[in-house]
């Protein structure tokens, strides 16, 4: 019999804890070159060489400070969850953030067919994380 549950385990813990940074990632990467961010993630934007209208830029830049805030945030809450080993949370916290790789894929698809697998292949690891942390493979 293992030393912890799954659900509560020290590797799966801190497997959270990289899903936490990996947010927070994005979200500096938002910060630091908002038109290549957002042309990598929702092709929102042209390419960077591309964006010479200071309003469109404007845009750009602010629709990508908004995508780094709510990453920040997502990233936060998985980081702290994971760090004291609440695994409720860390399970609640993974499902919020496979709902939001759900609706950027589908912002994805409605701009471009064939592009929701930007997104969608987080959905597995975010569902299977969840299961999980609320103890299903306990």
């Known amino acids: 019999m293992p030393a912890h549950p799954i ?18 990632g994005l979200a500096l990467n938002a910060v630091a070159r908002p038109v290549a961010a957002m042309t990598a993630s929702f092709d929102l934007a042209p390419a960077p060489s591309e964006v010479s209208d200071a309003s469109a830029a404007r845009i750009v830049r602010d629709f990508a400070h908004l995508y780094a805030v709510r990453n920040a945030a997502l990233g936060a809450i998985i980081d702290v969850a994971g760090l004291r080993a609440d695994a409720p949370t860390l399970a609640t916290a993974m499902l919020g953030g ?41």
């Open 98 to 138: 496979a709902a939001i790789a759900f609706v950027d894929g589908l912002v994805n698809e409605r701009r471009k067919p064939g592009t929701a697998k930007k997104h969608w292949w987080l959905l597995p690891i975010g569902f299977g994380l969840s299961a999980a942390y609320f103890g299903l493979f306990d």
């Open 7 to 24: 659900s509560t385990s020290p590797a799966l813990m801190t497997t959270g804890i990289v899903c936490g940074l990996f947010s927070i």
